[in-house]
């Protein structure tokens, strides 16, 4: 920062001896005496004082204290006194408790034992540097903070500390930098000096969350609230983000696409920016369709939306999944059947919607060119979509809105689309989308095929219809290398519509049998019923028999029924 360059002028006039009237002044102070000195055969009147620290202003409280006027030093004026104490060599060897020993012994023994007064003290010391700097005024007022800081952390720490119900002790929980007070005062002090603080800070180990609470208050004091030029917003966005923590998930993320869209608007440094994209790039599946929307701040001619940063933020995410894929290969094989799905495959799912969403949503602009486009939607790895009705309603839209596109150029860009993974409604609305090529309308004919006979298959599994299996691709969009594209396309369309008429006959008779099982249940729980109850008239018959009748199974099988039967077949015989 350039140092102060006022210039005091103190003019002595007075009527009275000007020896005796300026004694007090050179008692006191090194540099008057030998200006003084240097002047004596001539009658010296005025006295220039070039680059004086602080301005006239201290120079009235180093003249204050010389001629005994009572003041008070305070965090406000301390770094003036001791900076003009130097300047004008008010030292020791000139005078006994000199100003410059009672300034510096208030900074040491006041000042740096309490944290307000030292950030108050380097606010007061933007203007005095580099002055204030040789003195180490700044560096003892840094570490004080520093330590402070560090200090009252751990203490909060300590009171955190609690017993649990098994009896071992553990920190309670707290919330975000409570207790951070010093957070809202470090937002009063420019970026140089906030720098410092926050890099000593750093080093003596203060939280990382207290770190990125303090970067996002002075981010928006600085950037939001107050009205500062371009080149000074680039320098305070650039500063911020070298100072950001390294730990994950600690910087919020709306803030950090904040911070890009700023560094992108103020065209601040690569490196800057390139650490911007990796850090959100590693937290991309907490993102938001408006998160990822940033402006192009380019030429007229350009898109509307900055695709390019979107891009290697996307990449970003790529490379990270794959560094996770790794580390989980490295994981026990007992650990590795769990039925739930991994974080890195969550967070793909997640990334591919939001992706599906920005194309859709950037699709429709004019000056987007298709190979950014496709770039877009390949980046993210085959696996990470498990449906492809979003990549395929995106790409509709971009068909809308480039009519001229060839069909070379549609047919690589919906080579990007598994037609295989649509569902149900997305493969209809395909099948008739006269938007896409033709190769791309034969391949989602040929998938809804497999899928109609697939359900006939499964409906009359001992038929002799087979099953097509699912993973068959068509290359090229070719079903039959002696077909023609348009005979393969009326063939499907009329194999699919026969299927169709099978399957709806197929639902007829579903429709009868179950009709059929409905009345065949009402029967058995009729014919059930009487069942029942005559066989609970047979069990109260035998129960309460008490004149000692024989069941009729007994009267058949009795000796005297036998005898009967057996007398009038003899009878018969004679």
Known sequence: MPRNSTSTIYTLTNNVDLVHYKFPLVSRSGRIRRLVAEHRDSDISRIELVSLPGGSESFEL????????????????????????????????????????????????????????????????ENLLPLADELKIVTRCIDAVASKACVEQIASSFSRLEYSSSGRLHMSKQANCEGDWWIEDLSVLRID???RVITAMKFRGVRPESIAASLVSYAQKELIQKSISGSKEKLVVETIVSLMPVEKFVVPLSF??????????????????LDLERRIGSQLDIATLDDILIPSFRHAGDTMFDVDTVHRILVNFSQQEGDSDDEMEDVSVFESDSPTATPSQTALFKVSKLVDNYLAEIAPD?????????AIAETLPAHARTVHDGLYRAIDVYLKAHLTLSDPDKRRLCKSIDFQKLSQDAGAHAAQNERLPLQSIVQVLYFEQLRLRNALFCSYP???????????????GALSAAMSPKDNYASLRRENRELKLELARMRMRLNDLEKDHVCMKRDMQKSSSRRFMKSFSKRIGKKFNIFGHSSSRESTNSPSRHSERTDSKITDRT
């Open 62 to 125: 180093a003249a204050k204290f010389c001629y005994g006027v009572n003041f008070e030093i305070t965090s406000s004026n301390v770094a003036q006194l001791c900076c003009v104490s130097d300047y004008l060599e008010m030292s020791e060897d000139h005078s006994k408790n000199n100003l410059g020993s009672r300034a510096e012994e208030y900074l040491d023994s006041i000042v740096c034992k309490n944290l307000e007064m030292c950030v108050e003290v380097l606010r007061q010391s």
């Open 193 to 195: 000096l906030y720098q």
């Open 256 to 273: 950090l696409f904040g911070l890009l869209r700023s560094a992108v608007m103020l065209d601040c440094n690569a490196a800057s920016r």
């Open 366 to 374: 004019a000056n987007l060119k298709l190979n950014k486009f496709i």
């Open 462 to 476: 001992d038929d002799d219809i087979k099953p097509m299996h699912q993973s068959w691709r068509i290359n090229s």
